[in-house]
């Protein structure tokens, strides 16, 4: 992330309402937020309490008042990004002294609250069967934003997979909810849906793709992949088993293996 300029133009919005529209577009989207609210003034001071400050990976909306004031807030709020974007979630509240530090003779003091609104990882799920019932949960749970796709009617159900979408069709539905950055995995009742979805996944470049299975599986995945052409680089993209290594058997127990692997993969992503 560029370090923010103390001569930084004037944000895009500086409407609250603006602001907020923002923030939970960015929300609504998985994508990290900071946001600063002026909550208290003392002495002489451009800020007024209720004013607002986003900054997301788009650029900055709002303002707390300008000038030396509000690009030492901006400084905050890029420290405050970079927590969010790797899924840390904060809250403080910072005192801003209009001094000689910042360049100011107003002599007042602001009171700022600094929020860091945590990025949710997207993950889509392939296959709406006992592992996916175990495993979306935890996902929801650890705060991915989770997209489940099962051609069967039976199994495509939302009451399965309470804070999941879920959908009933191919993989290819994932493609307008799951961003590139994300993570599909695949977990059919059968290998060659498992196949299709892998190499789906793998021509949209998506971030993180991986497959339930032996390492027998992972060695007929590759072959397969070689004979339709992906690089060498694709194929090793491929994590087959899914899952740190646990000595799991039951579905329970490989989901918890699966979701350790996405909690270190989220980690990984985010430094």
């Given at each position: 992330?560029?370090?923010?300029?103390?001569a930084?133009?004037?944000?895009?919005?500086?409407?609250?309402?603006g602001v907020?529209?923002?923030?939970a577009?960015?929300?609504?989207?998985?994508?990290?937020v900071?946001l600063?609210?002026?909550?208290g003034?003392?002495?002489?001071?451009?800020s007024?309490?209720?004013?607002?400050?986003?900054?997301?990976?788009?650029?900055c909306?709002g303002?707390?008042?300008?000038?030396?004031?509000?690009?030492a807030?901006?400084?905050?709020?890029?420290?405050?990004?970079a927590?969010a974007?790797?899924?840390?979630a904060?809250?403080r509240v910072?005192?801003?002294?209009?001094?000689?530090?910042?360049?100011?003779?107003?002599?007042?003091?602001?009171?700022?609250?600094i929020?860091?609104?945590?990025a949710?990882?997207?993950?889509?799920?392939?296959?709406?069967?006992?592992?996916?019932?175990?495993?979306?949960?935890m996902?929801?749970?650890l705060?991915?934003a989770?997209?489940?796709v099962?051609?069967?009617e039976?199994?495509?159900?939302?009451e399965?997979?309470?804070?999941?979408?879920v959908?009933?069709?191919?993989?290819?539905?994932?493609a307008?909810?799951?961003?590139?950055?994300?993570?599909?995995?695949?977990?059919?009742?059968?290998?060659q849906?498992?196949?299709?979805?892998?190499?789906?996944?793998?021509?949209?470049?998506?971030a993180?793709?991986g497959?339930?299975?032996s390492?027998?599986?992972?060695?007929?995945?590759?072959?397969?992949?070689?004979?339709?052409d992906?690089?060498?680089?694709?194929?090793?993209?491929?994590?087959?088993?899914?899952?740190?290594?646990?000595?799991?058997?039951?579905?329970?127990?490989?989901?918890?293996?699966?979701?350790?692997?996405m909690?270190?993969?989220?980690?990984?992503?985010g430094?």
């Amino acid at each position: 992330m560029e370090a923010v300029d103390d001569a930084l133009a004037v944000p895009a919005e500086t409407g609250v309402a603006g602001v907020l529209r923002r923030v939970a577009e960015a929300a609504e989207g998985g994508r990290a937020v900071a946001l600063a609210t002026v909550i208290g003034r003392h002495g002489s001071t451009p800020s007024t309490p209720g004013q607002k400050l986003a900054r997301t990976a788009e650029g900055c909306f709002g303002t707390v008042g300008g000038g030396a004031v509000e690009a030492a807030v901006l400084r905050s709020l890029e420290e405050a990004l970079a927590r969010a974007g790797r899924g840390e979630a904060s809250a403080r509240v910072e005192t801003f002294r209009l001094g000689a530090g910042l360049g100011m003779c107003c002599g007042g003091s602001v009171d700022v609250l600094i929020e860091a609104m945590a990025a949710q990882w997207p993950v889509g799920v392939v296959g709406a069967g006992h592992l996916a019932g175990a495993l979306v949960p935890m996902l929801v749970g650890l705060g991915f934003a989770v997209t489940v796709v099962d051609a069967r009617e039976a199994y495509a159900l939302e009451e399965r997979f309470a804070g999941a979408r879920v959908l009933c069709g191919e993989p290819r539905e994932l493609a307008e909810l799951v961003p590139r950055r994300g993570a599909v995995l695949a977990m059919t009742h059968d290998h060659q849906r498992d196949q299709d979805a892998v190499e789906w996944a793998l021509r949209e470049g998506y971030a993180y793709v991986g497959a339930v299975g032996s390492r027998a599986k992972a060695a007929r995945t590759a072959t397969r992949l070689e004979a339709r052409d992906f690089s060498e680089a694709d194929r090793g993209r491929v994590h087959i088993p899914l899952g740190v290594k646990i000595g799991a058997r039951s579905p329970a127990e490989i989901a918890v293996s699966i979701a350790a692997a996405m909690v270190a993969w989220r980690a990984g992503a985010g430094d």
